[in-house]
């Protein structure tokens, strides 16, 4: 089961915000996030969001609030 946990590095070392019990040698994924969080998230759910607001099957609403 993949856990997203949020850390912090200090003096080179990944210490976690919140204490989590983990498996001594257990593998772990690490994603280093930019300083600006907001710009990154804005960025990473733009094709989403693309997705569902712009596409054609929504221009039926468009041409019902016309009439």
Do not use: C, H
Request: charge should be negative.
């Amino acid at each position: 089961m993949l856990k997203t946990l949020w850390a912090t590095v200090r003096q080179g070392k990944i210490e976690l915000i919140e204490p989590e019990e983990l498996p001594e040698g257990m593998r772990v994924l690490v994603t280093v996030l930019p300083d600006d969080e907001a710009e990154f998230w804005l960025k990473a759910s733009q094709t989403s969001l693309d997705t569902v607001w712009n596409n054609a099957e929504d221009d039926i609403y468009a041409q019902l609030l016309q009439t």
